[in-house]
Every structure is written in structure tokens, then in C-alpha cells.
């Protein structure tokens, strides 16, 4: 194809008016200024995949859930509203009752 030729020169401007035309009808991709800016200013691009990001989350909502149940549970074992009579009755026999104040008068 030789640009001489004023049909070939239309024909070249014309593609590039189509491709000028097509670009401007594309959505505009802010991710790609940025990327050509890391790029241009050599700092390497991190690129996260989506499962990593999804396990990410999921991880932290796990913690965040066995910290709240375990907070309950360890609230549950040792609160203080809780009164284990067992453990402070006082079982004695009347008769060793009454004679308490002889013993203790000698």
C-alpha cells in the first residue's frame, strides 16, 4: 500500500477515524490509568486474586465469631450469678446444735 496515493491516505484516515470513534465509545477504565502510572514509574503492580481476598474475609469472620461465642461461653462458666449451694451447705445434727454452749463455756 503506498501513503502517495491520496485513495490510500482517505482510506488510512478513515481507519483511523473508525478506531478513534470505537475508542471513545469504550467505558473508561480508571484501573488502567493507574496501572500505566505504576508502570511508567516502575513500582511493581500487586495483583490479589479474588479467592485470596474472599478467604481473607471469611478468616476474619470465623475469628470474629469463636471470639464472641467463646466470650460467652467463658461469661456463661463464670459468672458470679450463678450459686452452686452444694458447695456451701452446712450440714450438722440438732443435738450437736444445742450442746455448742456447753462445750464452748469450760
Known sequence: MRLNESKSIKELQEIMDRVIELDK???F?????????????????????LYQKVFQI??????????????IFLGDEYSNDTIYTHQYEISADDSQIERLDVLTVQ
Open 25 to 27: 465509545k469504550t467505558p
Open 58 to 71: 471469611a478468616a476474619f469472620a470465623a475469628c470474629i465469631l469463636l471470639a464472641v461465642s467463646l466470650g
Open 29 to 49: 477504565n480508571s484501573f488502567m490509568a493507574e496501572k500505566v502510572m505504576l508502570r511508567i514509574q516502575g513500582q511493581p503492580m500487586i495483583i490479589v486474586p
